[in-house]
Nanobody, 121 residues
Framework: QVELVESGGGLVQPGGSLTLSCVTS????????MGWYRQAPGKQRELVAV???????NYGEPVKGRFTISINNAQNRVNLLMSSLKPEDTAVYYC???????????????WGQGTLVTVSS
């Protein structure tokens, strides 16, 4: 079984920075896409940043220029550096990955359990 393990959420002041990390655990998993989404109270889940095929990146409009996603393909790990944080960035952040379990050939889409980021003074 493969799952996503997230870490790094917490409370940060406006203008501050925070880094989220997500790694796959369990069976060997060949990633096609991996990244982050978020959901604020009363709002729909939205794209934050995602890697596609280990190279191309896509950022949601609200975070462009402030957030940076990086990936370590060998470790199946993706990090999200969040800078110049605003109160409206407060949300539960979810890691997402799609790929193939190498031992079975099965294609999976996975979601992490979510990590809360609160931006407040």
């Amino acid at each position: 079984q493969v799952e996503l393990v997230e870490s790094g959420g917490g409370l940060v002041q406006p203008g501050g920075s925070l880094t989220l990390s997500c790694v796959t655990s369990g069976v060997i998993f060949s990633i096609r896409t991996m990244g982050w989404y978020r959901q604020a109270p009363g709002k729909q889940r939205e794209l934050v940043a995602v890697y596609e095929n280990g190279r191309a990146t896509n950022y949601g409009e609200p975070v462009k220029g402030r957030f940076t996603i990086s990936i370590n393909n060998a470790q199946n790990r993706v990090n999200l550096l969040m800078s110049s944080l605003k109160p409206e960035d407060t949300a539960v952040y979810y890691c997402n990955a799609e790929g193939v379990v190498l031992t079975t050939g099965r294609y999976l889409e996975l979601w992490g359990q979510g990590t809360l980021v609160t931006v407040s003074s």
